[in-house]
């Protein structure tokens, strides 16, 4: 199990069994997992629309070692945390599959692994260069996430 | 000198390719490098969006000097993770 990394992007299907066991550690009584799954029904101001399947894409060079330095900036803010694992899905995901998994490990419940989990899947939304693009029976679309001012080019004038 | 371009998601599709070695001026930067791209890619839309460039896989400005050999991202805001809040 120490083998496998704690940080990667994948085709492959997750798990959270998978990933809280890659940062189970001996001297660590407390393990918080987030998934974030593919919702197939979302309520918008137009009401509700349905999603068939997304399909993320990385840049995966790039995003693993960002996902490292979220794990980075946690153990800065969060000293206590002995281990953070960040796995990501590419490719097709199905209504109900998870496209991200987390976990974060530390003594005690108390020394900050709730909100290290949660600081840990917005910064990956935030700043980790990966796409998805929303899926139904009629059409396609890619959705951008907010933008991030300190991240923007300026963009010149065309 | 010579970088490669690589492009993700929307710019991807638009341009209709993923990776590309573009020849630049010396001491070219980010911004010079986009201008010649709007100009040789006319499918490709640079312009009136929100844009993040990584150069060698770091975030970039559009002022950062290239070297030779550097290797320069173009993508939209980035959306990955599981969906949070409506996004509508």
Redesign the interface.
């Known amino acids: 199990m120490s083998s496998k990394k704690l940080f990667e992007i994948t085709d492959q299907p997750l798990s959270l069994d998978e990933v809280a066991a890659r940062v189970n550690r001996p001297n660590c009584g407390a393990i918080t997992t987030f998934a974030g799954v593919v919702r197939g029904e979302t309520v918008t101001q137009a009401g509700q629309r349905s999603t068939d399947f997304l399909h993320y894409e990385a840049y995966a060079e790039m995003a693993e070692p960002m996902l490292a330095q979220i794990a980075d900036e946690i153990r800065a803010q969060w000293p206590k945390v002995e281990a953070v694992s960040i796995l990501h899905r590419i490719g097709r995901c199905a209504i109900g599959e998870a496209s991200v998994v987390i976990a974060v490990t530390t003594p005690h419940r108390g020394d900050g692994c709730f909100e290290a989990c949660q600081y840990a899947i917005e910064r990956l939304k935030a700043i980790v260069p990966i796409w998805k693009e929303e899926n139904w029976s009629d059409g396609q679309v890619w959705v951008e996430g907010p933008r991030q001012p300190e991240l923007a080019l300026d963009i010149p004038r065309g | 000198m010579k970088i490669t371009v ?1 492009l ?3 710019l ?2 638009q341009a209709g390719w993923k990776e590309k070695i573009v020849e630049v001026p010396p001491a070219s930067t ?2 010079g490098l ?2 010649q791209l ?1 100009r040789d890619e006319p499918n490709l839309a ?9 150069v060698n ?3 970039a ?2 002022e950062q000097v290239l070297a030779d050999g550097d290797e320069v ?1 173009f ?10 809040r ?3």
């Open positions: 690589r993700f998601a929307t991807r599709q980010v911004a986009m201008a709007a640079l312009t009136g969006r929100t844009l993040y460039a990584a896989m770091t975030y400005k559009s991202a993508f939209p805001p980035v959306s990955g993770g599981s969906p949070g409506n996004n509508a």
